[in-house]
């Protein structure tokens, strides 16, 4: 499908833009967003790492429905779907792997000790998301291992006021999804719940889903001490037609359970700053190669973890000081890894110093992690800023970065591959250095990086007679790059209006290994372009255009174009998102060919 009108409206924004007087340019407030990921808080504009915001309004205007394809349109961020709607997708920042980048919610940190494939299981539907913070380069001294090439923190929000939003969606393939989210709000505490369902007939052979969504938190006491409690519930059946490297097996089927409750709360005392925290995360996990005979081949994983966690900060004349401590247990019953048990507590310290009448801030810290079947860990890192104006400042920091093997990595057994109990961590020294340019409706970033890694894990054929997959710490590769992002708001008769651009290079440099054949060689992507433009026409009347360009090391390369246009009347407000409006043949993962040209009807209702 083929929409050829966008072609006439992109000309027509041109034209418009061009004929009509500008306004004065509305400030953008995002320089002033507390970060909340690091045990220092710091506002955005202050912050020494590469930090990418995305807002509730920047999800909104994208007009996608899920986490995944909010991603898609961050610089650096290479979200691997197979299929649609990111039933099954995998998260790779700057080149690394689905297992070297780490999940948290509220910074509760959503890791499964079985694979990487189950981070975006626990991704929160967008209707309760404030925002999302995408960490990149050396987290492992601030999350401590996993955070290998970085980490997304996605920000619930609160209860406010008293509303029912409903909204239901259909469209192409047979696709539905409906929703309710209630908040109330009271004079101690605030709620916010969120039920929603989402099906389709899918877009290919064996593609169907049926994904369910239960958010519910809570705010007591908010006015004094503020005790949060969160609870999440995810459920997806999907079919998974040659996913998982496997194109041939196009009757595989996979049901998972995703679930977490957290409490926490923050307490402030003199220059104390207190943040304590416990959370239970599970995860379930059922495959069945054959999916009406699962009597072939079946496999079950349930996962559980248990952390808690004290972190804190003390201001004194001297700079911040950031301390935590925290404790997890790793437990897991499969039919295929066994029961197994992991243990990791770690001890986290950094300061931050600043000289020259705050110009200079330098913040060391490290992190140190027992683990309870692997060597301990110190991952030490340091943190550099130079404000050279109000709204310009220099960075760079450097840290070592680390990751334990999965479950899947030590202990799997199957047609495909076996797993290794000899693996080692991998590991890995990062660095970067940027600059980030904050005025007014204009913000604008340049980092270049550099990581090299070593004892990488990579599922290799020895020889050439092998018949299974075996995972092998062979793997050295020097990842470098550049990364840039630009946003400007404008405005058009005073309608509100903004442009975001992103582009990132990646160049990875594998030592040569003497094995017959990689399962999981490096195919990162080299270019990566992704823009969208967001146009006010007339009164609760937008839309936007949105663009996506990858060139990956394998030298294929693809182009997506999607479009959203949304009008609101009162309460009522009506929507269209086009997906792939031209029609690009490609894949993202295991050469699962992504769906053609596809339409997204959607219908929202407010009661207040």
Known sequence: MKIKFVLCL??????IANAQETEPITKDTLKEVIVTSSRIDLPFKENSRTIQIITEKDI????????ADVLQYAAGIDVRRQGVNGMQADL??????FDQTLLLIDGIKVDDVQTGHHSLNMALPIEVIQRIEVIKGPAARIFGQNAFTGAINIVTKNGSGNTIIAKIQGGSFGQFKGDVTGTIEKEKSSHIVHVSKNFSNGYRENTDFDNTNVFVKNVFNKNKLPINLITSFNERKFGANGFYGIPSATQQYEETQASLVGLSTTIKKGNFTWKPRVYWRRNQDEYIYIRNNPSIYRNLHITNKIAAELNGS????????G?????????????????????????????????FNNVLDVTPGVAVSYFSDFDNKAFPGIDLGVKINENIRAYSNIGYTYRVPTY??????????????????EEAISQEVGVKFNYDAVNFSIVGFNRDSKDLIDYVRV???????????IQEVNTKGVETEFSYNFSIKNSKNKLKLGYTYIDDEVKKSNVAESRYSINSMKHQFVGNVSINWFKNFYNTFSYRYVERTSGISYNVYDVNLSYKVNQLEFSVFA????????????????????ILFGLQYSFK
């Open 10 to 15: 992109l000309s027509l924004t041109s034209v």
């Open 60 to 67: 909104k205007k994208i007009g996608v429905n899920n986490v």
């Open 92 to 97: 790779y920042v700057r080149g690394g792997s």
């Open 314 to 321: 003390y201001r004194s004349s001297i700079g911040v000081t």
């Open 323 to 355: 301390f935590g401590v925290e404790f997890s247990k790793y437990y897991i019953g499969s039919n295929r890894l066994g029961d197994n048990q992991r243990e990791i507590a770690t001890l986290f310290l950094e300061h931050r110093f600043q000289f």
């Open 408 to 425: 899947t990595d030590l202990y799997y057994i199957g047609p495909q591959a076996v797993g290794n109990e000899n693996l080692q961590p």
């Open 463 to 473: 020889n050439p007679s092998d018949v299974v997959f075996t995972p092998l710490n």
């Open 579 to 598: 997906n792939n409006i031209f029609n690009e043949e490609y894949s993202e993962s295991s050469l699962i060919p992504m769906p053609k040209g596809n």
